[in-house]
């Protein structure tokens, strides 16, 4: 999943990254306005959390911004106010969800994990193919029944595959669904990832190279 903080305290954004890091997440951070309304628009973002006090670009209209726009993207809202009045008001300006300041982590993540869920087309809560079963928010997959230890990056590529239901993902989608906007373009680091991926994941394969276009998920041989 790919996710834009934008959050003018640097501190609290910078927390917050680190938390949805740790759970597998690809995340990118703007500190003000006009960075996070330029950012929100190069780059598919599964899920926005947005500030709605920002200097510069306020928050409340690059909400409305990417509602126009007709992205699929989902907005979670956060704001140090948090009377009716002001969930009512950014929920009607088109935000998915509001969560008012202070929060707490889990809350957070359990309300990301929920707007990623209502992505297009919409992902079940629990991830299946053939004999493998891939749970998003306990962070678990098991094959046959056995778990199987991934790290957070592979886990991204596994979930970004099978919610493909057996078209082709190049390793650009890739790159652009699991990692962040750091990450080097010219990497090698999904075929990397993807080579040792089949091999936690076993026999009979269950990853397909389809040469010159990417990876996919299809038929997996009993």
């Known amino acids: 999943m790919r996710i834009l903080v934008v959050e003018d305290e640097r501190n609290l954004a910078d927390a917050i990254a680190r938390g949805l890091r740790k759970r597998g997440m690809a995340v990118d951070v703007a500190y ?3 960075a996070g309304h330029e950012a929100a628009f190069v780059t598919r973002y599964d899920v926005v959390i947005l500030d709605r006090d920002l200097p510069g670009v306020h928050g409340d209209r690059i909400c409305a911004d990417l509602v126009a726009s007709g992205a699929l993207t989902r907005v979670l809202m956060l704001t140090a106010s948090g009377t009716v009045a002001d969930r ?3 929920l009607q300006l088109g935000a998915d969800d509001y969560l008012p300041k202070p929060f707490a982590f889990d809350e957070l993540v359990a309300r ?3 707007l990623g869920r209502r992505a297009t087309p919409a992902a079940p809560p629990v991830l299946e ?3 493998l079963v891939l749970d998003p928010a306990r962070r678990l997959v098991n094959r046959r029944g056995e778990p199987v230890d991934l790290t957070n990056k ?3 590529v596994l979930a970004e595959l099978i919610k493909a239901r057996g078209a082709v993902v190049s390793s650009e989608e890739l790159l652009e669904r699991v990692w962040d906007a750091n990450t080097d373009p010219f990497t ?3 075929r990397v990832t993807v080579m040792t991926l089949r091999k936690k994941l076993g026999d009979p394969p269950l990853i397909e190279t389809v040469v010159g276009a990417g990876y996919r998920i299809g038929e997996v041989p009993a």
């Open 88 to 90: 009512v008001e950014g």
């Open 32 to 34: 003000d306005g006009d």
């Open 112 to 114: 990301v994990q929920a």
């Open 129 to 131: 193919v053939a004999d």
């Open 154 to 156: 592979e886990f991204g």
């Open 188 to 190: 090698t680091i999904v």
